[in-house]
């Protein structure tokens, strides 16, 4: 990226991070290029962080292959028609979840799950009806049964928020250096206690209680993405 890139980054609240410890990153999501701004900025600060893939990912040529070999979790997903015909299949991606956050019990390391669950685009955003401006509605199963499986592991959440100043950038604008300006914020969170080794398939007053959370965070998010456009409008 420094090759490629004449990047100016805009960046704050990275100074409590430290490499030792453990966190959950999670982030709203826009492009490819988010993932490529994470590892970049986060490079050193934090382990590397290791993402929840969609199974069908694995056969992306040299990059599914480099995934595998880093232990990144590949999860599959079933649809809701799916589903109605084979009910047993349900919850065995959530169970991949709790797999894998076990091998990492004892390692410092950097989750990181995409709480909206796809990019954003205009069409989602109206399909879903969204009631965020610059946001899909959030999924909180996944960061859920993460904190169940390693919650005490965890130092803290690290809820990261990106803009592009420049507009939704493709992963082929990012290799001809067309990604001139990068916003990012962290914020650090402690987590809940509440909320450390609960069932979020079982238990519904939590379950409730953690979507409550998710999305308050997630209308912070909305709100600083709106100062964001504001303080580096779009060019």
Not at 162 to 183: A, E, Q, T
Not at 201 to 225: H, P, S, V
């Amino acid at each position: 990226m420094n090759l490629v890139c004449r990047t100016r980054w805009h960046l704050s609240g990275l100074e409590s991070l430290d490499y030792r410890h453990s966190y959950l990153i999670t982030s709203n999501h826009q492009s490819w290029v988010d993932i490529m701004v994470l590892q970049y900025v986060l490079n050193r600060r934090i382990q590397p962080l290791k993402f929840f893939l969609k199974q069908e990912l694995i056969w992306v040529p040299v990059i599914g292959l480099a995934w595998w070999t880093l232990g990144f979790p590949f999860m599959k997903r079933y649809s809701k028609a799916y589903l109605e015909k084979h009910p047993e299949k349900k919850g065995k991606d959530l169970a991949t979840t709790r797999k894998t956050c076990a091998k990492f019990r004892h390692d410092s390391v950097g989750i990181f799950n995409f709480v909206e669950g796809t990019r954003f685009t205009e069409g989602k955003h109206a399909q879903q009806k969204s009631p965020f401006k610059y946001l899909l509605k959030p999924k909180a199963g996944g960061i859920a049964f993460v904190l169940d499986a390693m919650g005490e592991q965890l130092e803290s959440i690290v809820n990261v928020t990106i803009h592009y100043p420049g507009g939704r950038p493709g992963y082929w604008d990012l290799l001809c250096g067309n990604v001139k300006d990068v916003v990012v914020h962290f914020q650090e969170l402690k987590i809940p206690p509440q909320f450390i080794g609960r069932n979020y398939d079982q238990d519904g007053e939590y379950r409730l209680q953690f979507q409550g959370w998710i999305n308050q965070l997630w209308l912070d998010k909305d709100a600083l993405l709106e100062q964001m456009h504001r303080e580096y409008p779009d060019k």
